[in-house]
């Protein structure tokens, strides 16, 4: 049977709890908290209720049936993450947290933001629950994700620029980190994806496994089985574990996680350690694999979409790699661009550049797939803040 | 013996405190390292920090990442901070080195093959930050191979039953962070540190040094009277950042013989 983590929170080599000492009480005591209130009847309660009426779960699922006709393979349908309230995945964690926060006595929330969804998502359970909510975000992010720094600005956070290193999110982790470890009584550290020590990847993940629960049932429903294939995109990779962790024990599905192509593998500068077979490291606090150089540096990634630009990966995925459960390809910068074209032309759904990339994949396999396979991509979020990056590539000012 | 025992049992009898400086290798220039490291030595020094330079130093303040970010910029690499020990023991065979860093550069060489450089060069001490005792297995099984001590590091909110387990993987001494923050934050709280010390000293027989927001020669007096070896790493590496290529080594100098005569007085 597949369980994981193990109690000491690695998934088999990965995972673990790197961080300096002064964090190690803050984590163990997360991680007894967590344990404890994981299947507390009211915890649970009250998560399924936020989730219902302030996320608006479930999702549903979509039939992509214009776009996969004009392809005319396998069948394409789409979780709708997008439509969760602030537009992505990324809330259905925060609000699980939050809400641990509150029982913990936490009156503090920092958070990490890449694209600004997760710090949207963060700012907006710190104004439901009634907290100070501090999110620290690249500089070079904050240009590209303008829109959402003015949402978490309304929303009444405070946004702090990381100008360190390469201004992006392994930059904005490590201020985040600064800030848990000089005010660690008083704050809990919402994190953003399924990555960072134990508890996180597991909590995270247990947390954005409503989306593959609720997709388990709705597939029957409109088909009367399950997909052949689940394809998610792969930052850190909460939206893609949420979808996955539920099918792990499914026979004759297939999982395909799809990471951030830049460039292209070849020319070096893309964020897909898995595709590249990155070698294993240690960076936030867990031990995937990274990026990086000869001499154990990290080195900076590129990808047109900034909740896609991290050099590492989740623990969980590098471990569904290694035995085989899983397989993860790259979709380029173009690529997403195209697909993130079609599904607004075709579909009328505006898609965010992350999700473009699993989209991409899908558009990528389906015409070599015969017309009755069914793959199942998540939609993690809505396209609206990538407005200013799509029409500069588009020579359109805005 | 060891080079980290005989110098704090010498220490001892003459009872006095160490003082343990820490510079980032390769700042402000690779060649001037092995410069510093000597004028600390004559300026007092009882033991060196050398600082790893890593990429995303998250346990450190605005002052050591820049520092960091300018060694990576000089070319600074494990191999080579390793090499700079090699060239600082031909002059200096009794000074102890204990490399900080964090545990990527490491892992990537291999903790087998680092483990046996350190003895080759003559590093006396690794203390990797990111690496609590639950993830240092493997790292702590290659160090003891090759008599290369773990130093761990103990926070304000470390709790009993993890000194405990420290003080079981401990070698040399132990480095007490005597605040809730990163490198060169905020001010110390004398009356926290005295709180904290006996609680560490029922389990921890090694000696303790103490940093993090030591700056000045009035405080490092008062935090030496607390323990057995005083840690001064952001206001170092700050002199040194606000020296040039030419007077750098004097003026770090100057700084820790002030530090060393307020600890010893
Ligand atoms: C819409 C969307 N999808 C995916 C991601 C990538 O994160 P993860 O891999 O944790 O799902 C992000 C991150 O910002 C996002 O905003």
New interface residues.
């Given amino acids: 049977m597949y369980n994981y983590p193990d109690s000491?929170g690695h998934f088999g080599q990965f995972g673990?709890?790197?961080?300096?000492?002064?964090?190690?009480?803050?984590v163990e005591e997360l991680r007894q908290q967590y344990l404890r209130f994981r299947d507390d009847p009211e915890f649970k309660a009250e998560f399924a209720y936020e989730l219902k009426h302030y996320v608006g779960r479930p999702s549903p699922i979509y039939h992509a049936k214009r776009l996969s006709d004009s392809l005319g393979g396998a069948q394409i349908y789409l979780k709708r993450e997008d439509l969760n309230h602030t537009g992505a995945h990324k809330i259905n964690n925060a609000i699980g947290q939050a809400l641990l926060a509150k029982r913990m006595g936490k009156k503090r929330v920092i958070a990490e933001t890449g694209a600004g969804m997760h710090g949207v998502a963060t700012a907006t359970v710190a104004a439901r629950f009634g907290m100070e909510c501090i999110v620290y975000m690249g500089a070079e992010d904050i240009q590209r994700q303008a829109p959402n720094v003015f949402r978490m600005k309304l929303l009444g956070a405070t946004v702090v620029p990381v100008e360190?290193?390469s201004k992006t999110l392994?930059?904005a982790?490590?201020e985040a980190?600064?800030d848990w470890?000089?005010?660690?009584?008083s704050t809990f550290y919402i994190f953003g994806t399924a990555a960072g020590p134990h508890p996180y990847p597991m909590m995270v993940r247990d947390f954005q496994c409503v989306i593959g629960n609720e997709a388990k049932v709705q597939m029957p429903e409109m088909i009367g089985r399950q997909p052949d294939v689940v394809i998610a995109c792969v930052g850190g990779g909460s939206n893609a574990i949420g979808l996955f962790h539920p099918y792990i024990e499914v026979p004759n599905v297939q999982i395909i996680g799809v990471e951030a192509g830049g460039f292209g593998i070849a020319s070096g500068k893309h964020a897909a350690p898995l595709t590249a077979n990155a070698?294993?490291?240690?960076?936030?606090?867990n031990?995937v694999n990274?990026m990086?150089d000869?001499?154990?540096?990290?080195?900076e990634t590129h990808s047109i979409s900034a909740g896609l630009d991290y050099p590492g990966v989740g623990p969980e995925h590098c471990l569904l790699k290694e035995i085989g459960r899983a397989q993860y390809v790259a979709i380029n910068d173009d690529e997403a661009l195209a697909a993130f074209d079609s599904l607004c032309r075709f579909e009328g759904i505006i898609p965010a550049l992350e999700s473009s990339h699993a989209l991409a994949h899908a558009i990528k396999i389906a015409p070599t797939m015969a017309k009755d396979k069914v793959l199942l991509v998540n939609l993690s979020g809505r396209g609206d803040k990538d407005m200013n990056t799509v029409a500069r590539i588009k020579g359109i000012t805005l | 013996m060891s080079r980290i025992q005989i110098t704090f049992d010498k220490l001892k009898q003459q009872q006095r405190k160490a003082l343990i400086p820490f510079i980032t290798a390769g700042d402000p220039s690779q060649p001037l390292t092995v410069p510093l490291l000597h004028g600390l030595v004559s300026a007092g020094a009882d033991v060196l920090e050398l600082g790893v330079p890593?990429?995303?130093?998250?346990?450190d303040?605005p002052v050591i990442?820049r520092a960091s970010?300018r060694a990576?910029k000089n070319g600074m690499?494990?191999?080579g901070v390793l090499g700079m020990v090699a060239e600082f023991r031909k002059q200096d065979a009794t000074t102890p080195v204990v490399l900080m860093g964090?545990?990527?550069?490491?892992?990537?060489?291999g903790w087998e093959v680092f483990a046996q450089r350190c003895a080759e060069v003559g590093v006396d001490g690794v203390l990797t930050?990111?690496?609590?005792p639950?993830?240092s297995h493997e790292a702590f099984e290659h160090l003891q191979r090759h008599h290369i001590a773990p130093i761990?590091?103990?926070?304000?909110?470390?709790?009993e039953a993890?000194i405990q387990q420290v003080a079981k993987l401990a070698r040399g001494y132990v480095y007490y962070?005597s605040l809730?923050?990163?490198t060169g934050?905020?001010s110390i709280d004398l009356s926290a540190i005295e709180d904290k010390l006996p609680q560490l000293r029922k389990h921890i027989k090694l000696p303790i040094g103490v940093g993090f927001g030591i700056r000045d020669a009035a405080t490092a007096k008062a935090v030496a009277k607390l323990c057995d070896g005083v840690v001064v790493g952001s206001r170092i590496v700050q002199e040194v950042e606000n020296s040039t290529e030419q007077n750098v080594v004097a003026n770090v100098s100057k700084l820790v013989r002030e530090l060393r005569q307020a600890i010893d007085q």
């Fill in positions: 000491s673990g709890i790197y961080m300096a000492e002064t964090l190690i009480p803050a360190s290193g392994k930059d982790c490590n980190i600064r470890v000089t005010n660690v009584e070698k294993v490291g240690v960076l936030h606090g031990k990274l990086q000869e001499n154990g540096q990290i080195i | 890593f990429s995303d130093p998250m346990a303040g990442q970010e990576l690499s494990l191999r964090y545990g990527n550069p490491i892992e990537a060489m930050v990111d690496f609590p639950e993830e761990f590091l103990l926070a304000p909110t470390t709790n993890r962070v809730k923050g990163v934050s905020g």
